[in-house]
Nanobody
Framework: QVQLVASGGGLVQPGGSLRLSCAASGRLIRINDMGWYRQAPGKQRELVAAITRGGSTNYADSVKGRFTISRDNAKNTAYLQMNNLKPEDTAVYYC?????????WGQGTQVTVSS
């Protein structure tokens, strides 16, 4: 019914950049919040960044100043620009969208930061 397709992950050296994309399709009556979460091996899933329909943003302290979340409402797409990547950013990144009725999760995309 609802599909979220995340892309853009990969292997990058410390200090490098990646841009993640999440395209939502299907029966989404109204998308309110969109966000990115990540889960590293042995750790709990954590919120990385979120953005409301009106453009208000929220970031985890660990990524402030380095990551930027944005969205294209017409395309139902969210983006996460990740700059100055660190090894501790290595994780599977998950896209989430929310409407009045439910939260929807995409498949994870692997981000690996290593020399």
């Amino acid at each position: 019914q609802v599909q979220l397709v995340a892309s853009g992950g990969g292997l990058v050296q410390p200090g490098g950049s990646l841009r993640l994309s999440c395209a939502a399709s299907g029966r989404l009556i109204r998308i309110n919040d969109m966000g990115w979460y990540r889960q590293a091996p042995g750790k709990q899933r954590e919120l990385v960044a979120a953005i409301t329909r009106g453009g208000s943003t929220n970031y985890a302290d660990s990524v402030k100043g380095r990551f930027t979340i944005s969205r294209d409402n017409a395309k139902n797409t969210a983006y996460l620009q990740m700059n100055n990547l660190k090894p501790e950013d290595t994780a599977v990144y998950y896209c989430k969208v929310a409407n009045y009725y439910s939260d929807y999760w995409g498949q994870g995309t692997q981000v690996t930061v290593s020399s």
